[in-house]
C-alpha cells in the first residue's frame, strides 16, 4: 500500500455522521460499538469529549453504510439508558470539521518553500518547524485535508494524524 493510499483509508462515499449524547460512565462506548459492530457497521472515526456538564460526553461518530441499516442502528442506540440522544446530521443541518497534523521532511529550502505555499493555499499553519522537518496543522472539511494531502505527496510525508470529523448543529437545532 502506498502513501496515498494510506491517507485516503475510510474516506468512502456515504458516510454518514452522528452526534451521541451520553452519560460519561465508564462502559458506554463499549455498548454503543457492539451495536455499531452487530449491525455490521465498522466506525470510520471517533471523537468523544465531555461536554461542558462534565456529567455528559459528546460522541461524534463517522460510519458507512446503508441508510436503511444506519436507521436501526440510531433507534438502538436511543434506547440504551445512558444514551441521551444520537441524530444523523446530513447536508446543511450542521457543521463538520477535521483537523490533520502533518508532519514533513524539509531539510531543503526548496522543498520548504513549496511546502509552505500549499500550505498557506488551504490555510494550514505551521506548529513546529526545526531544520529537518516541520509540522503544519490543517483543519476544514475532510475533502479539503484530502486535497492538501494529495498536493503534499509530492513531497516526503514523513507522518499523518487525523482527528476523525467533529459535529455542530446549525441555528437552534440540537446537536
Known amino acids: 500500500m502506498n502513501a496515498k493510499e494510506k491517507?485516503?483509508?475510510g474516506r468512502k462515499e456515504g458516510?454518514?455522521?452522528?452526534?451521541?449524547?451520553?452519560?460519561?460512565?465508564?462502559?458506554?462506548?463499549?455498548?454503543?460499538?457492539?451495536?455499531?459492530?452487530?449491525?455490521?457497521?465498522?466506525?470510520?472515526?471517533l471523537v468523544v469529549s465531555s461536554s461542558m456538564m462534565g456529567e455528559y460526553s459528546r460522541m461524534t461518530i463517522t460510519s458507512a453504510g446503508s441508510r436503511e441499516k444506519l436507521k436501526q442502528v440510531i433507534l438502538q442506540l436511543n434506547k440504551l439508558i445512558d444514551v441521551i440522544h444520537c441524530i444523523e446530521h446530513?447536508?446543511?443541518?450542521?457543521?463538520?470539521?477535521?483537523m490533520a497534523l502533518v508532519k514533513m521532511?524539509?531539510?531543503?529550502?526548496?522543498d520548504r518553500t513549496s511546502v509552505l505555499q500549499?500550505?498557506?493555499?488551504?490555510?494550514?499553519?505551521?506548529?513546529?518547524?526545526?531544520?529537518?522537518?516541520?509540522?503544519?496543522?490543517i483543519t476544514g472539511t475532510s475533502s479539503k485535508?484530502?486535497?492538501a494531502l494529495e498536493l503534499l505527496q509530492e513531497f516526503e510525508v514523513v507522518e499523518v494524524?487525523?482527528?476523525?470529523?467533529?459535529?455542530m448543529a446549525r441555528g437552534a437545532d440540537e446537536t
Open 105 to 110: 521532511a524539509a531539510s531543503e529550502s526548496a
Open 7 to 9: 491517507i485516503q483509508i
Open 145 to 147: 485535508i484530502d486535497a
Open 90 to 98: 446530513t447536508g446543511d443541518d450542521a457543521v463538520v470539521r477535521e
Open 161 to 167: 494524524v487525523r482527528t476523525g470529523n467533529v459535529v
Open 118 to 137: 500549499i500550505a498557506e493555499h488551504f490555510r494550514a499553519k505551521t506548529i513546529d518547524l526545526t531544520h529537518s522537518s516541520m509540522i503544519l496543522m
Open 15 to 45: 458516510i454518514h455522521t452522528l452526534s451521541v449524547y451520553v452519560s460519561n460512565k465508564p462502559g458506554v462506548l463499549a455498548r454503543i460499538s457492539h451495536i455499531f459492530a452487530r449491525r455490521g457497521f465498522n466506525i470510520d472515526s
